[in-house]
């Protein structure tokens, strides 16, 4: 294998008709690029579109109240409900597979009227009810002092925490904002915190002119009492969201008079089910990329076996003389098979740093232009640099069985008479 002889007579080998070895070396070259490529963008709309779950806990779901749509107990379809606090306690207490259960509610909207003020200035925001375990759902980064606390819960403290959108609106470029105080809807609040979400992308707008204030404060403050607009819920790692949800939504269904066949009185969207449909879906777009890729990589490796045979026929009195001189047919089926190993996987190699310096480009456009929406970050993994090595071996030695084999069935009698 590492006979400098042998090295030399490959590069020979391959020096002897350049423009031959160059037009043979970029089907393989083409082909491993087209691979890369594929997988990357694969992996740049699969990041692009999860990007789009707003970096909330993908074994959740969301849980709201609809109107009724079947007669029960007297009471009349078409009738609308609310959840109560209570009902969070009570999944939480039914359902031990739930990791999360965050009751929600929300004021206003960053396109509406103004709600929040701070001297002379003001703007319109979204105002969001939470409990603490809401930061472990939808990750965010706090910027500056802390996040909502279950003693603020229990104190139902005026305090807030504020979106980077809700600080230029509100606040002079360096002026202090831990301390200070906001009116939303004529309710003083002291910010305590700053936050940006994690990987925001897709609504980020809407996510940085948000405020988040202690739900037991926002019932109180807005008179809301012990109304739950919505639930975010989280299933443990173990369990998916989507096997236990029935037993929430019957659990819902038996505590609010509803048929049990009421589909429609709870609405509700499973992050779990979706992220799973999507996932599949790229899944399987990356096995059209790896077949896409290997078909143009394969027309690549039939090229250099087709040249491998015409370098055998030219070679004929060559591999004759060696024959006759002693050298044993697997010394000769080594060194074609060697030759045909070299010329893939050098053009194999120059084709994956080609298609590195494109990723790398493509990389470099979208963080000057800014997030695109369903495309991120296209890149692909070491395990793919990986495969693709074997998948360049593996083609190389079959490029060279056929013409090695070849070489070897010649007889060095036979071989020394061709002219």
Not at 33 to 38: A, E, F, G, Y
Not at 87 to 101: S, T
Not at 381 to 406: E, R
Request: proline share 3%; hydrophobic share 45%; with cysteine.
């Amino acid at each position: 294998m590492f006979n400098k002889d042998r090295w030399g007579e490959i590069l020979e080998a391959l020096n002897a008709n350049r423009v031959r070895t160059l037009l043979t070396a970029f089907g393989v070259f083409w082909g491993i690029t087209i691979l890369v490529l594929l997988l990357a963008l694969t992996n740049g709309l699969r990041n692009g579109v999860t990007a789009e779950f707003g970096n909330f806990a993908t074994n959740s779901m969301f849980m709201w109240t609809q109107g009724t749509s079947i007669a029960y107990k007297g009471l009349p379809k078409q009738r609308w409900f609310n959840y109560k606090i209570n009902d969070v306690e009570a999944i939480k207490a039914e359902v031990p597979e739930l990791k999360y259960v965050s009751p929600r509610n929300q004021l206003g909207g960053y396109q509406g009227a103004n709600n929040v003020i701070r001297g002379t200035k003001a703007g319109a925001f979204q105002i969001y009810g939470d409990y603490p375990e809401f930061i472990k759902q939808k990750p965010m980064d706090i910027l500056q002092g802390r996040f909502l606390s279950y003693s603020d819960i229990d104190a139902k403290r005026k305090v807030c925490v504020i979106g980077p959108d809700v600080v230029g609106g509100l606040y002079d470029k360096g002026e202090d904002i831990i301390g200070t105080y906001i009116k939303i809807n004529g309710v003083n609040f002291m910010v305590v915190g700053t936050f940006k979400i994690t990987n925001s992308q897709g609504d980020s707008e809407e996510e940085a002119n948000t405020i988040f204030i202690p739900f037991t404060t926002f019932n109180q403050a807005f008179n809301f009492g012990d109304i739950v607009g919505w639930m975010a819920i989280t299933a443990n790692d173990e369990v998916s969201v989507t096997d236990v949800k029935e037993r929430v939504f019957a659990l819902m269904r038996n505590r609010h008079t509803i048929h049990p066949d009421d589909e429609r009185a709870i609405g509700h969207f499973d992050l779990s089910k979706e992220f799973g449909r999507i996932n599949g879906l790229f899944n399987i777009l990356a096995i059209v990329g790896y077949f896409v890729g290997a078909l143009v990589l394969m027309s690549g490796i039939i090229g250099i076996s087709n040249i491998m045979l015409i370098v055998v026929k030219e070679r004929t009195k060559e591999i004759g003389v060696r024959r006759a001189l002693g050298a044993t047919p697997w010394t000769i089926k080594g060194q074609i098979l060697q030759e045909s190993l070299i010329l893939t996987i050098l053009s194999g190699m120059t084709g994956i740093s080609f298609a590195a310096l494109v990723i790398w480009g493509m990389n470099t456009i979208l963080d000057s232009i800014g997030p695109v929406e369903n495309f991120a970050n296209p890149s692909v993994s070491m395990q793919v640099v990986f495969t693709a090595l074997i998948i360049l071996v593996v083609s190389g030695l079959l490029a060279g069985l056929i013409p090695a084999n070849s070489a070897t069935k010649m007889k060095p009698v036979d071989a020394l008479r061709i002219e």
